[in-house]
């Protein structure tokens, strides 16, 4: 472990990278595999997406670039649940991306290689779901239902069911196999369709998951069909939602706890340096899914009082959450209005204090905001963006809560993934890190201390969906103020947005009592051009210009195109004198090399008339303009007379 970031060689960490990381066996299996980091004293951070970044997805260009943010040499392991990434182009990317960086992988669920896998025998376990049916109740008449059609995973199921029939040489009928795509609405159909189809019911309807099971069971109870007196219906994975069901479903699960003490068992021998475990090395550990024998099959007997302390809390939990929904709600109907994201981040605190979040950061890259906390506008018009699919360099922590107090403006890399790092890793046991998007551009990340007591991970998910929402609102509103302030051709202030935004300069240099500095600047011989060579090309030419200024400015210049030929540079500094002469000279420098690379017949050149006063109450900003555009004209003309650069 590198000691320059985390201070501490004792100090073990694990990233944990997931998607949809709100759904509940996403949530069951981060709970407990936390738990069992801090009795092992491993601080776990979890990169996590909020879509599933399958094939077809729109959002996952941004959203998949949360596991490009950390630096994989800073983490002891690494571990994937590969299941949860619907796209696995994704998940053999991270894997690869870690394992150059010499650090080991451990996959569960899904098989990679060169990684340590810890997967499950399908096939194994829902034989003895099937061989159940037939051996304790003695069916002979089956229906099944399967997931998607050629999906591996479903094919698997069908053919040990179809195994186990064989074996007690038991016909089947290819027809009496539904699609129900391993969730709710397919499965209802399907159901349907089987009860205008047949005369009578099979004896036993097997799912390949507990979903469809459930889905099924409610349905056949429309048709008033009783589970398990009239029909048979088992499932199969072992679902959060099962235990809420009456009657409970007979079904395999694999043992959660058996699976995070496995894993902290690899983690061990990685951290022993046990050769075998190097990175690199494909290890396989198949798991067994365990039967368990519920109420659908009629063996355990089941009143609907056994799920009511569930259904109960359930219930209170949704009240809870449905009231965090509303103050969410409140949030973003405050805050949507808005345009620049300082306001934004300074009405925050009123909602965040209604809030259980310990420890909670929101992050921007760095090029997203300017240093008043305002959309860039290199960010609009959004065609106009650097490589917007990832982060940058050097971040922005626009607001951090913790234990009530805030923060604002901390700058930090993203090596370091937070502010203050060195007192996080110490002080904490996990940390989210949940992607901020929109459409295909990386806004940033928030960063949550998670205390599974105190906020439900449903209570996360809509403040990050809430926040987003906000932020896309504040994109549009800058985007539409932009059309009016922003010159289309080079993206510099127009004349109106300089007269709104040079307010920030005046303002400066009359608080901290500094010179205002204003610099005109007419092109030379940008008539001529339009003239021989046409206006497209004259375009061209002030797109250049425009860009070689962009290149010398600092975020807080206002630089404007005032129209034409003409532009203004404004800022305010104490080393003005220093700065006028740097951006003078830069400017020159990048036309001279233009210039002599430029297969042309013409050459850029320009005029420049500088003019720096301490802002008094008898100057005016028309009074720096028209000084400075006298020297500009003074130079101008003796370029007309000697020398054209």
Known sequence: MNKKLYGDKDIRVIALCMTKFYDKEQERFAHAFIEESKKNNVKVFVFASMSELSVNEKIPVAEEKIFSLFCPEEF??????????????????????????????????????????????????????????????????????????????????????????????????????????FWEAPTRKVIQNWIRRDKTLPEAIVCANDAMAIAAIRELKKFNIKVPDDIIVTGFDGIDLERYIVPRLTTAEYDLQEVIQLIFHEFDQIIQKNPDYSPGRTIEHIMDFEMRVGGSCGCVYQTGSDANEKIIDMVEQQTLEQGFDHEMYEMTLSLNNLADIHTIIEKLPDYLKTTDFKNIWICFNDDILTDQMDFSYRMIPSHRLRDVSGYSDYLLCALHKSHGEYQEGLKFSRRSLLPNFQKVIHDSDCIYFIPLNFHSTTLGYIAVERDFEAISIQNLQSFIRSINQVLENARNHSEKENLYT????????????????????????????????????????????????????????????????????????????????????????EDTAEKSKKIMNSIKRKMDDFNYSNEKDYKIGASFGIFTSKVTNETTLDYFIKNADEKMYHEKANHKKGTLL
């Open 486 to 573: 922003r010159d289309s051709l080079t993206t510099l202030y127009n004349r109106r947005g300089f007269y709104k935004y040079v307010n920030l300069c005046l303002d400066y240099a009359v608080d901290k009592d500094v010179p205002l500095t204003i610099i005109s600047v007419d092109m030379d011989g940008l008539k001529q051009i339009n003239d021989q060579y046409g206006h497209m090309e004259g375009d061209f030419v002030i797109r250049m210009f425009s860009g070689f200024m962009l290149a010398v400015a600092a975020p807080e210049d206002v630089l404007s195109r005032f129209g034409g030929d003409e532009f203004i540079f404004a800022f305010a500094s």
């Open 76 to 181: 002891d392991a690494v571990v994937i649940m590969t299941e949860t990434f619907k796209n696995k182009k994704i998940a053999r990317e991270l894997a690869d991306r870690v394992l150059a960086s010499n650090v080991p992988v451990i996959s569960f669920m899904s098989k990679l290689e060169r990684c340590i896998n810890i997967t499950f025998s399908f096939g194994d376990s829902f034989e003895k779901i099937v061989r159940h049916v037939v051996e304790e109740h003695h069916v002979t008449n089956f229906h099944f239902l399967a997931g998607f059609e050629n999906n591996p995973f479903s094919q698997v199921r069908i053919d040990s069911f179809k195994k186990v029939l064989a074996e007690y040489h038991i016909p089947f009928d290819d027809q009496n196999i539904g699609y129900g795509d």
